[in-house]
């Protein structure tokens, strides 16, 4: 995974996808056109996480998230449907 960010044990990591197509989008939920987009955001914690996206969520439908903890470990999916 390029541009990982460097995590602290409790920090997760979430990274965002179109639904219709599956291409990942930037931290402005642009599609990734190039390997330096900052494609990452961090949380203190997962259920900081799941805040963020369930506010999100409530307001699109269009993108999906993956939660990755500090070792790159896919934690949770989530998909708006």
């Given at each position: 995974m390029y541009n990982f960010p460097q995590l602290k044990k409790n920090q997760v990591a979430i990274l965002a996808a179109a639904t219709a197509t599956g291409h990942i989008v930037d931290i402005n939920f642009n599609t990734v056109t190039s390997n330096d987009s900052k494609i990452y955001r961090v949380f203190e914690s997962l259920d900081d996480a799941l805040f963020y996206i369930k506010s999100f969520l409530e307001k699109r439908?269009?993108?999906?998230?993956l939660i990755y903890d500090f070792k790159k470990t896919l934690l949770k999916f989530v998909n708006p449907t």
């Open positions: 439908s269009d993108i999906e998230f």
